[in-house]
Each structure stands twice: as structure tokens, then as C-alpha cells.
């Protein structure tokens, strides 16, 4: 057995292992193999870019969502402070919300 199909077979297996070790691919060759190695590395890229895409989305959500709950203290703080109505400033705080 070839160096190369030694090598690439370790490195099927080791890529394989992210998978929860399962593999129902079954290279018999070496260009097979590395087939299959490219595709795996493919499908890790495509992956870590669709996670990095979905935390960055939820970091800017959650940055605006603070943001807007700092708006939403500072109102009531107001509003408290200015003596209004807890009638009316309940409209004010649900209309604010809106």
C-alpha cells in the first residue's frame, strides 16, 4: 500500500471523525478519496460561514435590543420623574414600543 493511500486514508478518517465518525462513503482509490476529502473540507467552509453569519446576526440583534431596553428605562425614568399619569404613561411606553 502507497504512501499517498496510507496518508489520504488518515486523513478521510480524521475528517470523518467531525461527523460523528460515521463514513457511508466508501473511496477504493486514492482519487476517490481525495474526492472525498475536498468535498468534506467544502462542506466544513460552507458550514463555518453559515454559523458565522447566523452569530454575527444574533450579536447585532442583541447589541439593538439592549439598546432599545436602555431607551425604554430612560422613558419610564422620565416619565416617573416628570410625575405623568400611569394611565398615560402606559400609552406613551406602549406606543414607544411600537
Request: proline letters at 1%.
Amino acid at each position: 500500500v502507497s504512501f499517498m493511500y496510507r496518508y489520504t486514508t488518515s486523513l478521510h478518517w480524521s475528517l470523518t471523525q467531525f461527523q460523528g465518525g460515521m463514513d457511508e462513503v466508501r473511496p477504493h482509490n486514492v482519487l476517490e478519496r481525495l474526492y472525498t476529502i475536498v468535498t468534506l473540507l467544502f462542506g466544513f467552509i460552507v458550514a463555518t460561514a453559515v454559523i458565522g453569519r447566523l452569530t454575527s446576526a444574533m450579536t447585532q440583534l442583541s447589541i439593538l435590543s439592549s439598546h432599545n431596553s436602555r431607551k425604554i428605562l430612560s422613558l419610564k425614568k422620565y416619565l416617573k420623574q416628570k410625575c405623568i399619569s400611569r394611565r398615560l404613561a402606559f400609552r406613551i411606553h406602549r406606543n414607544a414600543l411600537h
